[in-house]
């Protein structure tokens, strides 16, 4: 049971931040989601489209997260975590991956505005002209998000199961 509470914080952890995540960018460019992702949602509305795609795009990053990170704070006779000690890591991660998106938004938007990087087809021609630099900071942000998700949750595993190994060895010795 205290493995499924890890498993759930993590993908509520993940689906609220991509709810805020979305909400942002999803005002920056909403193509980014009605044009470049599959129009399953049939609106438009921003906040909608956040709500949407920030539940979607987020819940299974959240399980793939949980299930190994469950795995390393519970396994074999090392002292346990649960998902309340995992809190703090989580958060931290979180609040990562948002600096880390929005510095990628930024050296997107950068590179797109001076012409560095373009939107390509076929999106080029189904995308306003006017909103390629936002659709492009968008990407980066996203992209991002992603990586540093994954790379900030590996870290996150290492440093938990360091943690077991240390303080098993101190109550051992």
């Known amino acids: 049971m205290k493995s499924l509470s890890i498993i759930g914080m ?6 609220i931040y991509g709810i805020i995540h979305d909400q942002v960018t999803a005002r920056l460019c909403a193509e980014y989601f009605t044009v470049f992702h599959p129009p399953i949602f049939g609106t438009d509305d921003p906040t909608l489209l956040g709500i949407g795609w920030g539940i979607l795009a987020t819940w299974w990053v959240g399980l793939f997260l949980g299930v190994p990170l469950a795995v390393i704070s519970r396994a074999g006779k090392l002292p346990k975590r649960s998902a309340r000690d995992l809190i703090r890591p989580m958060e931290t991660l979180m609040v990562v991956a948002a600096c880390v998106a929005t ?11 001076n012409g560095w990087i373009r939107v390509v087809e076929p999106w080029a021609s189904r995308i306003p002209p006017e909103k390629h ?3 492009l900071t968008d990407l980066w942000a996203h992209n991002a998000s992603y990586g ?3 790379v900030g949750g590996l870290v996150m595993m290492a440093l938990i199961w360091r943690g077991r190994l ?3 060895r101190m109550s051992a010795g």
Do not use: P
């Open 103 to 113: 510095v990628a938004g930024l050296i997107g938007y950068v590179a797109a505005s």
């Open 10 to 15: 993590s993908i509520l952890a993940c689906v």
């Open 148 to 150: 540093a998700g994954f």
């Open 166 to 168: 240390m303080e098993g």
């Open 133 to 135: 630099v936002l659709f």
